[in-house]
């Protein structure tokens, strides 16, 4: 009997390598590639799945970059008139890539241009013209992948207008974080004939927003950790639709992410002064020798070195640093700052460079290659995050043998265990998000940092970690075939 593949459509507003601005490109960069990569013993009937990435065509993906072929032209509805869409396509680490280009994707716009009309107006185009896409090349997919706000108005217009094409087709909106709900795009959908939902479940306020009518059309909503799929059942991070979310509780679960473990390889990071292992941490200090004297600091290694690597902003926690350094004013430390975000933030850690010259140092920038050396350097991560579906950073730095302390909130909570007193785990959490537990949490690991023998054990034990998409994949893999499953019984059930 010949074998079937499953055949999923996987939607992202960005992908590693074609474009990167956040912890997205990375998921979307991987994920599919780590499921074709699965081996499917477990389900005979199937060879492979057949995971096919689609994105907008930004101005910033580098054309020449990547052999590029023509697959379609067509037309997507408007209230003017039809706007002509058009698929490129190419091949990256085995996976199939489709690019979408059309007027409402500019060439010259960056990926987020932080204009809610012309952001929705992208990406709406974008999501409608990926479920055409797939009719016109008559590839039926058996899972429809959304990711976010960006993408979740695919899920309900699939919902809405009942397709035959997609009889088969399960949908899965995979929620990185909720409180980007794609606001102000009401006029958009309504150029595009997308009505707002009428039902009583949904707050009025939410039923024209793209999120939501994802929400309310997904047939699973995945978290992207198991804490985050639970605390948005919560007032504090249900952004409002809490509620309705609990009447979605059994579609609603949480996979973690994962990294490409051989590009964040401490064994063999290029990036850095001393590659080594869980086996050869004491090469590691060369690591932390190079890096202090690349920020200026005299080269003491025994002076605990903080790191934060993060965006600048208020859910990330860095407005805490302020004080927190205040409160451990009488311990040695340092710490490097690396990261962009909010102008405000960006002056007060300027601000704190002035006021400890010889402690803190800051570089307000993106730069992959600096984080490999800082988080290859630097003893411990500070993550004081509001809230962290998931987070990556606290995978890299564990992976490359920097304990975190961070708060004990979605994915962190999920990766990070505690070292309480006499017990040694991953790092150290702590509960509120205040200057105050933080200090405390930094106090802790301080005086663990002491005892080297105890701090190598920590270190090793994170980096022995799996962090891999591989694992990810798997869960992923068995929640589409047990949507494969409902549906044919669906099908098949009179």
């Not at 590839?139 to 960006?150: E, G, L, T, V």
């Not at 140092?361 to 004081?384: C, T, V």
């Not at 702590?430 to 949490?441: E, G, P, R």
């Amino acid at each position: 009997m010949p074998k079937t593949r499953l055949k999923v459509l996987f939607l992202a507003a960005e992908a590693e390598p074609f474009v990167k601005i956040g912890g997205l490109g990375d998921i979307a960069g991987s994920l599919p590639q780590a499921l074709r990569a699965l081996t499917l013993d477990e389900r005979p009937k199937f060879s492979d799945i057949d995971a096919r990435l689609i994105i907008p065509f930004h101005g910033a993906i580098q054309r020449q970059a990547y052999p590029l072929h023509n697959e379609a032209v067509f037309d997507i509805p408007y209230s003017s008139g039809p706007i002509q869409a058009e698929v490129l396509s190419t091949k990256v680490n085995g996976v199939p890539v489709y690019l979408i280009c059309g007027a409402p994707i500019p060439r010259d716009a960056p990926v987020y241009s932080g204009d809610k009309l012309e952001d929705g107006n992208k990406f709406t185009f974008f999501s409608l013209a990926a479920l055409e896409m797939a009719k016109v090349l008559n590839w039926q997919p058996n899972i429809i992948h959304a990711n976010d706000w960006h993408t979740a108005i695919a899920l309900y217009a699939l919902k809405i207008q009942n397709d035959p094409f997609y009889k088969n087709a399960s949908s899965i909106l995979s929620l990185h974080n909720l409180p980007f709900l794609g606001e102000g795009t009401e006029k958009v959908l309504e150029k595009y004939d997308i009505p707002p939902l009428e039902t009583p479940e949904m707050p009025t306020w939410a039923r024209h927003m793209p999120l939501p009518l994802g929400l309310w059309s997904a047939d699973s909503i995945v978290a992207v950790s198991p804490t985050y799929a639970q605390e948005i059942l919560t007032p504090e991070f249900g952004s409002g639709l809490e509620d309705f979310l609990k009447t979605r509780q059994d579609a609603i679960s949480g996979i973690l992410n994962g990294i490409n473990i051989d590009r964040w390889n401490p064994a063999r990071d290029p990036a850095l002064e001393a590659n080594f292992t869980k086996d050869t941490l004491e090469i590691r200090q060369d690591n932390k020798l190079s890096l202090l004297k690349e920020f200026g600091f005299t080269p003491d290694p025994t002076i605990p070195l903080f790191a934060m690597v993060t965006r600048l902003d208020h859910q990330k926690g860095v407005d805490l640093l302020p004080e927190t350094l205040q409160l451990l004013s009488d311990v040695p430390w340092r710490i490097i700052i690396l990261g962009t975000g909010l102008p405000k933030i960006e002056k007060t850690i300027h601000e704190l460079e002035d006021i400890y010259p010889n402690r803190v140092r800051m570089a307000i920038r993106f730069d992959d290659q600096l984080s490999r050396r800082i988080y290859a350097g630097a003893d411990m991560l500070l993550i004081p995050s509001r809230y962290e579906p998931c987070g990556l950073t606290q995978m890299f730095a564990m992976r490359y043998g920097c304990v975190p302390i961070a708060r004990a909130t979605g994915g962190l909570k999920d990766t990070i265990a505690d070292s309480d007193p006499g017990k040694c785990d991953t790092g150290f959490l702590f509960k509120q998000a205040n200057s105050s537990d933080l200090a405390n949490a930094v106090r802790r690991a301080l005086l663990v940092f002491n005892d080297r023998e105890t701090w190598r054990v920590i270190q090793r034990n994170g980096m022995a970690q799996d962090f891999s998409w591989e694992r990810s994949a798997k869960q992923y893999a068995q929640l589409y075939f047990s949507l494969y499953d409902r549906k044919r019984v669906t099908i098949i059930t009179p």
